[in-house]
């Protein structure tokens, strides 16, 4: 099984709707992130948790929430959804081992706004 | 403040030849490097991480890079392609700190032709 899932992989919603992708990752690790990848622009921060208590705002985090339900789930909510939010979303985890942690991806998911 | 560019956002290589993709980094304290691969509808895999050891870093498939502190590079090279390289290539840069989150360069696509 995937250390690190990502539910739904793909989905199509219209303007104004609030959807929520999930993540969670048997990792074991404290550290858990939120990107969005659009073409030519790699990838972005939306947001980051270091712990279960701790949520902080990437790069881009306008338009966008998140949840960290357990040290496992890492939940990012588009309150009203637009469409220039279709995109890849990556969800990653990473635990401190010297220098800047290594982050471990999940599979991604693919999100259409009409 | 950290940065990463990469210099090339597409690299054509034949089958058996080598494999450069560029990279160049900034940032206000000591660095940590990473490249990342991404295949084609998949996750981003870790290819090779740089802290403050060797210079020149040996990573997965045969690839590797080396660290140019003078030069601010982090270039990577493979000695001979194969078509299973043909994805996308991410040079990352985070500080050497335990609190530290990543930056993205916009990536680099190498197509390799038989």
């Known amino acids: 099984d995937a250390d690190v899932t990502q539910t739904p992989r793909n989905r199509i919603t219209k303007t104004g709707k609030r959807i929520m992708l999930e993540c969670s990752q048997t990792?074991?690790?404290?550290?858990m992130y939120w990107y969005r990848q659009d073409p030519g622009l790699g990838l972005r921060l939306i947001y980051y948790?270091?712990?279960?208590?701790?949520?902080n705002k990437g790069e881009i985090s306008d338009g966008y929430s998140v949840s960290r339900q357990a040290q496992a789930k890492f939940s990012l909510s588009l309150e009203s959804a637009i469409p220039n939010q279709t995109a890849l979303y990556f969800c990653?985890?990473?635990?401190?081992?010297?220098?800047?942690?290594?982050?471990?991806f999940g599979p991604g998911t693919r999100l259409t706004v009409l | 403040a950290q940065s990463v560019t990469q210099l090339d956002s597409h690299v054509s290589v034949s089958e058996g030849t080598p494999v450069l993709l560029r990279c160049n980094y900034s940032?206000?304290?000591?660095?940590?490097l990473f490249w990342y691969v991404q295949h084609p509808n998949k996750g981003l895999q870790l290819l090779l991480k740089?802290?403050?050891?060797?210079?020149l870093v040996k990573g997965i498939n045969g690839f590797e890079a080396e660290f140019k502190k003078s030069e601010t590079s982090f270039h990577l090279t493979k000695p001979s392609a194969h078509m299973s390289d043909a994805a996308e290539y991410f040079c990352?840069?985070?500080?050497?700190?335990?609190?530290?989150?990543?930056?993205f360069g916009k990536g680099t696509m190498l197509l390799v032709s038989p």
């Open positions: 740089y802290t403050s050891a060797a210079t």
């Open positions: 990653a985890t990473s635990v401190p081992t010297g220098g800047a942690d290594t982050q471990y």
């Open positions: 990792k074991g690790h404290d550290r």
């Open positions: 940032s206000s304290y000591s660095p940590s």
């Open positions: 948790s270091f712990d279960v208590k701790d949520i």
């Open positions: 990352v840069v985070g500080m050497n700190s335990g609190y530290s989150t990543l930056t």
